[in-house]
């Protein structure tokens, strides 16, 4: 059994940061992409970052230059910088990762998402 904890999410003034944490943890063999995804009230949910094992990143067009996605293979996290935070970055932030638990079983893993809020 996989699980995936996020963390750092909060309430931030436009144009502060915030850094968001997601760990995960159990039967891992390894790990190959890791992402971040958000979802606004009534709107779908949307790849924001992702990082694949050898650290390539692919972002969003509305976060290159804010954000940055990261990851630290030995502790099986993913980060998200996010700075210069808009209020249109307002949304639940969901941890995403491709896992390998073994005997050729590779399956998408989701963490239970954190809140982000940009307001003044």
């Known amino acids: 059994q996989v699980q995936l904890v996020e963390s750092g999410g909060g309430l931030v003034q436009p144009g502060g940061s915030l850094r968001l944490s997601c760990a995960a943890s159990?039967?891992?063999?390894?790990?190959?992409?890791m992402g971040w995804y958000r979802q606004a009230p009534g709107k779908e949910r949307e790849l924001v970052a992702a990082?694949?094992?050898?650290?390539?990143?692919n972002y969003a067009d509305s976060v290159k230059g804010r954000f940055t996605i990261s990851r630290d293979n030995a502790k099986n996290t993913v980060y998200l910088q996010m700075n210069n935070l808009k209020p249109e970055d307002t949304a639940v932030y969901f941890c995403n990762a491709l896992i390998s638990t073994g005997w050729g079983k590779v399956e998408d893993y989701w963490g239970q998402g954190t809140q982000v809020t940009v307001s003044s």
């Open positions: 990082i694949t094992s050898n650290t390539d990143t």
């Open positions: 159990g039967s891992i063999v390894s790990i190959n992409a």
